[in-house]
């Protein structure tokens, strides 16, 4: 049976494998409190436990990259979920931080997978006009799944244990990892897909052409390549500080309970929802009026940036109820201008390198977000949060800035590559 516009439905099973990825990787943020509390961990020692997952994300982000475009998207993201959702399930198994760390680290190489495999899904499957688009839908489920995450991990803590929190949330991942080896198939080879869609995508697929090969020391040396990762840079450590430190600072330092915790720590990534599909609005709603389209999703970026300096002003507000309205814009604006250059990788290069290319920008984001996030645990009981919100205020500026120099003419750098 042929389905029109079947390119929606496929990413929408991209949305929906990432609501699931990030349903995993939230569940130790919101079940850090109690955690802590029953292995008695030290916030060194938590600290360590979250930056392995960075660290160990930043390395995945080349190896998957290259790991779908060498083998294929079906298979690879379907062994890279199921091998995701056992290291989280696995967790509920120890008592000490050590491998409780270990297991992050192997969820960090594993759920590196979904930006390059979105992003290829994207390349492959949308026309440029509807990437950015794309993009902000199947990355809703970034923040649908940080936001469902407080309710069902403290569902399962209050009702079972923390230890149940990780098993809920593995075992769906192992279902989706099913999910999608059963219903995706490319374009060339989907038997649903319609030959009018087919043709809409691949005319305008066929501007970029390439037989070179997506290794990454062919690429390293092109501007808009550092264009993308360089700001990535600068914006991930706000995502890890929302998923990761955000319900620790409302529990420590703004004394909420956990109760409060599960009716509050997911706002900021409602906004973020929205933040994801602006992303994608904002840029079309620019090149329908003429701007060419790096320099929309340049515009955008910035927009954004200037809306993140209010999370300068998180410690500084005596009300914990506008602390978490900062953390809400914050949610928005930095899910718009990272939704924005990580759609640009399918602008900016062929579809055989698109994966590549993101798997590297991510990279470049996990060693930021890694190096905050230690630096973060070493140093919050001495300084303490607000100048950590300070730097998180500004550094999208700096990315913004790197946008704009490192990609000098954006007409030439969407022209037909033919190599």
């Known amino acids: 049976m042929k389905i029109k516009k079947l390119r929606w439905y496929i990413i929408s099973l991209v949305m929906l494998g990432t609501i699931i990825n990030y349903l995993a990787r939230s569940t130790l943020g919101v079940a850090a409190p109690e955690m802590m509390k029953t292995l008695n961990l030290s916030s060194e020692q938590y600290s360590w436990i979250v930056s392995v997952f960075p660290f160990t994300y930043a390395i995945g982000g080349i190896a998957c990259g290259f790991i779908i475009d060498k083998f294929g998207l079906r298979i690879s993201f379907a062994v890279l979920a199921a091998l995701w959702s056992l290291c ?163 529990v420590t330092v703004r004394h909420m309970n956990l109760s409060e915790i599960a009716m509050f720590a997911w706002l900021p990534f409602l906004t973020a929802d929205l933040g994801c599909l602006a992303a994608g609005y904002i840029s079309k709603f620019l090149n329908n009026r003429g701007v060419h389209i790096i320099n929309a999703k340049r515009i955008t970026f910035t927009f954004a940036a200037l809306l993140m300096v209010s999370m300068a002003a998180v410690g500084y507000v005596e009300n914990v109820y506008a602390a978490i309205a900062l953390f809400c814009i914050a949610g928005f604006a930095h899910q718009c201008l990272s939704i924005t250059v990580i759609s640009m990788s399918s602008d900016l290069f062929p579809k055989q390198k698109v994966a590549t290319a993101t798997g590297f920008a991510a990279f470049t984001g996990s060693m930021g977000n890694f190096a905050f996030s230690l630096f973060l645990g070493a140093m919050v009981a001495v300084v303490g949060y607000n100048a950590f919100f300070i730097g998180l205020g500004v550094f999208d500026l700096i990315g913004a800035a790197f946008l704009w120099l490192l990609i000098k003419n954006p007409a030439a750098a969407l022209k037909p590559v033919v190599a």
């Open 88 to 250: 989280n399930m696995l967790t509920a198994l120890f008592s000490t931080w050590l491998p409780i760390a270990c297991l992050r680290g192997g969820l960090g190489l594993t759920e590196a997978a979904f930006n390059p495999a979105g992003m290829k899904v994207t390349a492959e499957w949308f026309p440029a006009k509807e990437r950015g688009l794309a993009c902000g839908i199947y990355s809703l489920g970034t923040s649908l799944g940080a936001m469902l995450a407080p309710p069902l991990v403290v569902w399962a803590i209050l009702n079972y244990n923390w230890e149940m929190s990780f098993v809920v949330t593995g075992g769906m991942g192992i279902l989706w990892s099913i999910l999608w080896l059963v219903c995706y198939r490319s374009p060339e080879s989907h038997p649903a897909l319609l030959k009018a869609e087919y043709d809409e995508v691949q005319a305008d697929n066929s501007l970029v052409v390439t037989t070179q090969k997506a290794t990454l020391s062919s690429m390293i040396k092109d501007k808009n390549l550092w264009a993308i990762s360089l700001p990535r840079f600068m914006a991930d450590p706000a995502w890890g500080t929302l998923h990761y430190w955000m319900p620790l600072y409302l």
